[in-house]
């Protein structure tokens, strides 16, 4: 039984824990997290499981990720591998292409995670791997969205090329993260225990169900459907591919209450980095709850989420900083007026 004891000895992280700690971080998307939190524990189950001689094979939790830019697909990946205490390398699908073309292969997504480590095999060999804008290699006739004619070189390609890390054993990794290296500049790791996160839009996917597209933007859109592997097939993606996926998230569109809690309420919230920073040139700043939400549909029009957030506070605040040294001893607070007429002036610059 001693064995059975040890094999759990992480115990302390559970699906529960894990989720409390990613809501620390991440406002909303309530069940994302919990499935996030179910699949990286069993994640942590499996190595454990493997490490003490475990002869039944258990799949890895390998996850696929949909929903709108901004609504937190790379930050939830990011900071559940700081929770894990894991590395982390960021991908974009959209660099990778067939071996032979020009761009990257795709053991370059390892060479990353390798380089986040500082060429540590060991650390890298637990890593997370998080590949975005996985619906832009979806199969495409005639390459009507890259432009590549009937070379699918962006598309079936590298899906193809994918099957071998998603599920490989041993693989020779790059040392050199860049679209070109050659067989005498590598290293075997064995990517067995390696997480992989994909995610993109999905914003033009028709559902089975009725034909319509999922539509994660504005209140018109139609209402948020699961996606199912037929979908996904439909769509351009090899069957294989999509089985070596086999945990789906979806993640709602962000409300302007959702981003006004962003800029507020998290651990990284922007709003208290601002006041901060004011705060050493001695300046107390406020924003009024009016403000806030002039914020957040500003950067709901631009249909970016929580990704145009920072630009905009930049803008907004952008007259305080300039003078923060002269102010010294004021307080200042945003106004709706004071956002839009900054948002105003950028639009004409």
């Not at 454990?48 to 996850?63: D, M």
């Not at 995670?113 to 290699?137: P, S």
Request: contains cysteine; aromatic residues 8%; glycine residues 8%.
């Amino acid at each position: 039984m001693k064995e059975k004891r040890d094999i759990y000895r992480f115990l302390h992280v559970t699906p529960r824990r894990i989720f409390e700690q990613l809501d620390q971080y991440v406002v909303g998307q309530k069940h994302a997290k919990e499935v996030l939190a179910i699949a990286a524990y069993n994640h942590l189950k499996r190595i454990e499981y493997l490490k003490f001689g475990g002869e039944v094979s258990i799949r890895k939790s390998n996850i696929l990720m949909a929903g709108p830019s901004g609504s937190g697909k790379t930050y939830l990946a990011r900071t559940l591998a700081r929770i894990l205490d894991v590395p982390f390398a960021y991908n974009d699908a959209t660099a990778f292409t067939e071996a032979g073309y020009y761009g990257e292969d795709v053991e370059v997504a390892i060479g990353r995670l390798l380089y986040a480590t500082n060429q540590n095999v060991n650390a890298a060999e637990n890593g997370v791997v998080f590949i975005d804008e996985i619906d832009k290699i979806a199969r495409r006739t005639g390459g009507a969205r890259t432009g590549a004619g009937s070379r699918d070189i962006g598309g079936e390609g590298v899906q193809q090329a994918l099957l071998k890390i998603l599920e490989g054993e041993k693989i020779f990794v790059p040392l050199n993260v860049t679209a070109h290296w050659n067989k005498y500049d590598y290293v075997e790791i064995d990517i067995s225990n390696i997480l992989f996160i994909c995610a993109g839009s999905f914003s033009d996917m028709e559902v089975s169900s009725d034909s319509k597209p999922i539509g994660f933007f504005g209140e018109e859109a139609p209402p948020q459907r699961e996606i199912s592997s037929e979908d996904l097939v439909k769509y351009g993606f090899l069957p294989e591919l999509m089985g070596r996926l086999p945990v789906r998230v979806q993640l709602e569109a962000l409300s302007a209450d959702d981003l006004v809690t962003i800029l507020t309420q998290p651990r990284e919230a922007m709003v208290p980095e601002y006041q901060r920073l004011c705060a050493l040139d001695q300046i107390q700043l406020d924003f009024t709850r009016d403000a806030l939400l002039e914020i957040a549909n500003a950067a709901l029009k631009q249909k970016l989420g929580a990704r145009a957030l920072r630009a905009i506070l930049e803008k907004v605040l952008h007259p305080i900083l300039f003078v923060g040294p002269e102010r010294a001893g004021e307080r200042i607070v945003i106004e709706p007026d004071d956002v839009r007429r900054a948002i105003a002036i950028a639009a004409t610059t």
